[in-house]
């Protein structure tokens, strides 16, 4: 089935939205416009679109079909009422995983409403593929779902319908798999810059750690001290941070943490 | 240049045993007997590498060119004096990232010894591809560092001699970059667990934290709210793990680290 396109505009201009644009571009969608408070990224990724820039709420654009906000979750409550007056009968959606769909109904005449989160990490300087992104959605009608589903299958084949109280659940859950992943692997960095040793030495290891949860579970696939609570290479650990008192911290509470991980699973076995 | 082979006896017969064991077999080292103090590991691996199994430390074969101890850090010291008893002209290296090379001086009479250390997360049920695995070197002469070296590069094309001070820096690199990334996907496969939905979902965001940091420094490759604080989203995380008040603590100081060091790199720039 060919899926019909129509005009977009952008409202945002960050990470998501930069990556966003470029793929419904690039999936045939005509990207009207971009908006974003800051005229040197509007320009930039309206510059990429081939579409107008604009740093003005009152100059968005009143004629496309659908309405896509990724900004800042500070940003979008005070901003929307003031983007949205004469626009009410499009069609709104934002791309936020911590923000519930009942954020649109506050806003006086909204009649068409939705959410369309993209799961994943995404920066300016790398476009990433969103064939296998799990794009979730909710949206306040059939009709508006149907419309969604339309356009998420076009850049991705993991789409599917979730709550908000789900979309948060997996938000949360993505700050914890991603963010405070990627800082593990930052920290590490730094221990190994502090001995003139390349971060690059990690990368295997971060790959195969990576990898191997698609076919073990996570519980199952730990290995290290932890597990067992090894007070002999833990205590060694311990000392070796002592200079940084924040991830000695860390380490300890994560090996708590792991630890009692371990003992409830094998609670469970018995 | 073919490498000559020589017999090897395996003492340990866990994840990094079974991996290294296996490995080295498919390279066409002999592996004479593995030991393990638990005869029905000894015996699983002895199966797969079609060798003898024992779980009597004065039976260890005297006659083999070189003995890797693969044990747990805390079996390692009580166990070595006997079993290295009658085989001292032979050449002894452990296996672990968290131990000086200087440990076997403190063995009497042994004369040739090293440590073989690859970094990698290793599981029984999971072989994996030793290619591009880091195998980090130690021996107490140049002779015993060339013959590891000839072990090694038949194993991986990413050898390299380290110091043992250098070697505890990055095995607790390894820490964070493996055994708490993995646990922070444990705990994010908890939390979408308690909404009924699948760890799947995570995989590629998992997959793409991990590739990014190949062309970005984990510093410059870091997303979500934790980077500016955002008190908003951070807050309304902070409330949904009220029922874990252990995950709460991690969320709250990983997320202030997270803040803290892009504070410090932005210092760094101005």
Request: with cysteine; aromatic share 6%; charged share 20%.
């Amino acid at each position: 089935m060919e899926t019909s396109t129509f005009p977009i505009v952008l409202v945002g201009a960050g990470n998501l939205a930069t990556n966003l644009g470029c793929a419904l571009s690039r999936a045939g969608f005509p990207i009207l416009q971009v908006y974003s408070r800051s005229q040197e990224s509007a320009s930039a990724l309206a510059g990429r679109l081939g579409c107008e820039a604009t740093t003005n709420p009152e100059k968005l654009a009143a004629d496309a079909e659908l309405y896509i906000v990724a900004l800042k979750d500070s940003a979008l409550e005070t901003l929307l009422p003031e983007m949205i007056r004469g626009r009410e009968k499009r069609f709104w959606v934002h791309t936020a995983g911590s923000i519930p769909l009942n954020i649109w109904e506050r806003i006086p005449g909204v009649k068409r409403f939705g959410v369309l989160y993209p799961m994943q990490t995404f920066s300016k300087a790398r476009l990433v593929d969103f064939r296998s992104i799990p794009i979730l959605l909710e949206a306040n009608a059939p009709a508006q779902m149907n419309l969604l589903k339309e356009v998420a299958s076009t850049l991705s084949d993991n789409v599917r319908e979730v709550s908000s109280r789900q979309r948060r659940a997996i938000h949360l859950a993505a700050v914890f798999a991603c963010n405070f992943t990627n800082h593990c692997y930052a920290l590490a960095e730094k221990l190994l810059a502090a001995e003139g040793l390349p971060f690059e030495l990690l990368l295997p290891l971060i790959d195969e750690t990576a990898r191997k949860v698609h076919t073990l579970p996570p519980q199952e696939a730990q290995t290290g001290p932890a597990i067992r609570y090894d007070e002999n290479v833990i205590q060694k650990h311990l000392d070796a941070l002592s200079g940084e008192p924040e991830m000695q911290t860390l380490y300890r509470l994560l090996s708590q943490s792991i630890h009692e991980a371990a003992q409830e699973k094998l609670k469970g076995k018995n």
